[in-house]
């Protein structure tokens, strides 16, 4: 695992061609996978969404093409990624429901339950201290905000997975390393993303800290996740059995 500004550095280097990297790596897909994180969102009218991660903020253009009345903040620790995302919210108008902001996933430079939803589009797998940062997002979320994040997988089936495999652990660190001009950018990707926990392991991590309502959705065969989960209206009780609450001296 790469550590914390190895990772900065990395997206630093690779801004100039991130988006069409992604895109040409998988091939169109990651636009799609976009589109359906957005509209998975269920919010209201001036809502406020945390795009954490954001990058060149695909996902909180996105978000807005779907949720005409809803505000944005997108928030990454690379400057170089956001400022080519703020080129882009620029040249589509969007400064007024748009603001980009650095700040680390980790130590969220925000206000308790001020979010209705958190959205996190491949940035997860990039941080070792993934508890700290769902902790985060669960402290400033609103009761009853939502947290989607989307991450890689690999297919079930296993002719498919074969497949997958085969152009995802050979292919494409070749070709990503290439087109990003650096020697371990998708090479960092492949293993990431195999060292990533399984749906079951990382959806109760996310449970773990608080989420209800717990579930995934799986795009393309699952090739990549949104993990959904839900900031309970109160406090979960500390133990659950006899009284359903706190318990007493
Ligand atoms: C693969 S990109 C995803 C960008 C965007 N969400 C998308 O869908 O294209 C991962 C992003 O996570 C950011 N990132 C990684 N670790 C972070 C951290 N600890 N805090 C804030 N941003 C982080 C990187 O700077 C990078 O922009």
Request: charged fraction near 25%; aromatic fraction near 10%.
């Amino acid at each position: 695992m790469l550590k914390d500004f190895q990772v900065r550095r990395m997206f630093e280097s690779i801004a100039f061609s991130y988006d069409f990297q992604n895109s040409v790596l998988s091939m169109g897909q990651d636009l799609s996978w976009r589109r359906v994180l957005a509209k998975s969102i269920r919010v209201l009218d001036r809502h406020l969404i945390l795009d954490m991660a954001t990058g060149t903020a695909e996902v909180a253009i996105e978000i807005c093409k779907h949720h005409p009345r809803i505000r944005v903040v997108g928030m990454d620790f690379s400057p170089a990624m956001l400022s080519i995302g703020w080129r882009k919210v620029r040249a589509r108008n969007l400064e007024e429901r748009i603001r980009l902001s650095i700040g680390d996933a980790r130590f969220l430079p925000l206000k308790n339950a001020s979010f209705n939803a958190v959205t996190m589009a491949f940035g997860i797998r990039n941080i070792e201290e993934r508890r700290v940062v769902l902790s985060e997002f669960y402290r400033i979320l609103k009761p009853g905000g939502q947290l989607l994040i989307m991450e890689f997988g690999y297919p079930d089936n296993p002719i498919l997975k074969g497949l997958y495999r085969l152009y995802f652990d050979r292919v494409l660190p070749l070709l990503g390393n290439w087109l990003s001009r650096t020697d371990y950018a998708y090479t960092h990707l492949v293993e990431s993303v195999r060292t990533f926990p399984k749906e079951e392991e990382f959806l109760e991590e996310i449970g773990e800290s608080g989420f209800v309502q717990l579930k995934v959705k799986k795009l393309t065969y699952g090739i990549a996740n949104i993990y959904n989960g839900i900031k309970p209206d109160a406090p979960p009780p500390r133990f659950p059995g006899k009284e359903g609450g706190e318990r007493a001296g």
